[in-house]
């Protein structure tokens, strides 16, 4: 260990142990002492330290984010306690890090219904309105949630009106496919169309679903003639994250035990809804098949999250611990779904290799979000717990798969606050600056975190 990183480690020790407070500690792994790396680095104009930690009432967790293009606002949502049971909360923040007051008159906005209500996942629409995916029991069981709001905060009445009892109403989809159903992850077309993915478990075990609503809110029945594509294999298979190609497929990435332990998995789907059959094509047996991609190594093997390049590579981040502890791995196939080789080969002990690069942390370290610069590298966040507690990691990859040194000096950052921080969104503004957002009980209970990265 370098004198930075012992420094780095004792110095978090003292802070949680002695001082119980929110300190930021800043690790510069790998770099000399005095060093100071600009990219990498947090945001002092963001909440004058580059965080923010939101607030409220109850156990509180930040899931995912996106940035409004025209002014850089940043829009978080995921779910909150605050009222006994879990409900979808959504926070919009300025670019400078403080309450947008034109949303929500400046506070977050919780939308608190009968049941256990989770939003894991959003997107804006070109008219600035606000989608969020997850699932609710409302009903009973878990169920697809599609929520949709006004640039205001407020529901959208027109998403999936009805006016039962001569009482309007709108704002929210629930969809039932006959099991316990979740989505996950969702992507809006450019005609407005609304793609989720999650799971199901419709047909026994849990399945791949993928689902898409019409602009205004129903099931859009031209999809797989019935609204969705509910993908059941041997063994249980999650989808995890979702990205739409320029002409209409869909590639869906999560993980697989089909093989015995868990494995990468890709689908790629066509805009009907239907199996891709030229996406990882094979004539095993005699028998076409295509449409399914799963990279099998020696341990437990996870995507978790997905991002396409403008060359049409497909780049999957998630998790590995073959080497012993979890580690960040980074995935990526060609266009065709096959292993792209000249990605980071020969990076693993096992020998030469392509198509995978691995990073460690010395911890177990879990890759939980992916984003593509315009210059093709690549930014992955999620969480390490390398000095004991669980801190906010992110790591940048040059485009063929190797760390990015001009990165904090080795290609990571990892900043810690006291208590458990978890980073499960990211995403990248016009000026590469780094959003990153997740949950930290430094206050003995969850709250949203936001912390933002220089990029340069």
């Given at each position: ?8 480690q004792?110095?978090?020790q ?6 119980g ?6 690790i510069?792994?790998?770099s ?16 004058n ?6 607030t ?15 002014d ?7 779910y ?8 979808v909360?959504v ?17 977050a ?6 049941g256990d209500?989770?939003g ?5 629409q ?8 997850g ?7 878990n169920?697809v949630?599609v929520?949709?709001f ?12 009805s ?32 793609v ?10 849990t399945?791949?679903?993928v689902?898409r ?8 029945t ?19 994250a ?10 869906v990435?999560?993980?697989?035990n089909t093989?015995?332990s868990?494995?990468?998995?890709a689908?790629?789907?066509n ?9 990882n094509?094979?004539?095993l047996?005699?028998h ?10 020696t341990g437990?093997?996870?995507g978790?999250?997905v ?5 049409g ?5 998630g ?13 990526r196939?060609n ?15 096992a020998?030469p ?18 984003a593509?610069q ?6 992955v ?6 000095f004991?507690?669980?801190d ?8 063929n798969?190797?760390?990015?040194t ?13 208590g458990?921080n ?14 990153v ?10 709250d ?9």
């Amino acid at each position: 260990m370098n004198p930075r990183a012992a420094i780095s480690q004792l110095s978090i020790q003292w802070q949680r142990v002695l001082l119980g407070l929110p300190v930021v500690v800043s690790i510069f792994l790998g770099s000399s002492v005095g060093v100071v790396f600009a990219a990498g680095a947090l945001d002092s104009s963001f909440d004058n330290d580059g965080i923010r930690i939101v607030t409220q009432s109850g156990d509180n967790r930040g899931q995912a984010v996106a940035i409004q293009p025209t002014d850089a606002k940043i829009v978080i949502a995921g779910y909150t306690n605050t009222f006994g049971t879990n409900d979808v909360m959504v926070v919009r923040l300025n670019s400078n890090g403080s309450f947008d007051s034109t949303f929500n008159n400046g506070q977050a906005r919780m939308v608190n219904r009968s049941g256990d209500d989770r939003g894991l996942a959003v997107a804006l629409q070109s008219d600035g309105k606000i989608v969020v995916a997850g699932y609710t029991n409302i009903f009973g069981t878990n169920d697809v949630l599609v929520m949709r709001f006004n640039s205001d905060g407020s529901l959208d009445s027109t998403f999936n009106f009805s006016n039962l009892g001569g009482i309007p109403s709108g704002g929210v989809q629930v969809v039932n496919r006959g099991g316990d159903d979740r989505a996950k992850a969702l992507a809006i077309r450019s005609d407005g169309k609304i793609v989720v993915a999650g799971t199901s478990t419709a047909f026994g075990s849990t399945d791949v679903l993928v689902l898409r609503l019409n602009a205004n809110g129903n099931v859009d029945t031209t999809f797989n003639n019935g609204g969705s594509q509910i993908i059941s294999r041997t063994g249980e298979d999650q989808a995890c994250a979702i990205a739409l190609q320029s002409d209409g497929k869909i590639v869906v990435a999560g993980y697989t035990n089909t093989l015995g332990s868990n494995d990468v998995l890709a689908v790629r789907l066509n805009a009907n809804g239907g199996l891709d059959t030229t996406f990882n094509t094979s004539n095993l047996g005699g028998h076409v098949s295509g449409g399914i991609q799963i990279i099998s190594q020696t341990g437990d093997d996870r995507g978790q999250a997905v991002a396409l390049q403008s060359d049409g590579k497909v780049v999957i981040a998630g998790q590995t611990d073959r080497f012993g502890n979890k580690d960040i791995q980074v995935v990526r196939l060609n266009p065709n779904g096959s292993v792209d080789l000249t990605f980071n080969p020969g990076n693993t002990p096992a020998g030469p290799t392509g198509g995978i690069a691995v990073a460690s942390q010395n911890g177990n370290d879990q890759g939980q979000a992916v984003a593509l610069q315009t210059d093709g590298k690549i930014v992955v966040g999620g969480y390490t717990d390398r000095f004991g507690l669980n801190d906010f990691l992110v790591m940048r990859f040059n485009s063929n798969g190797t760390l990015d040194t001009t990165f904090d000096g080795d290609g990571v950052r990892v900043v810690g606050l006291s208590g458990d921080n978890r980073a499960n969104a990211l995403a990248l503004q016009a000026d590469k600056k780094i959003v990153v957002v997740g949950n930290t009980d430094t206050f003995d209970v969850n709250d949203f975190a936001v912390m933002r990265f220089l990029g340069q």
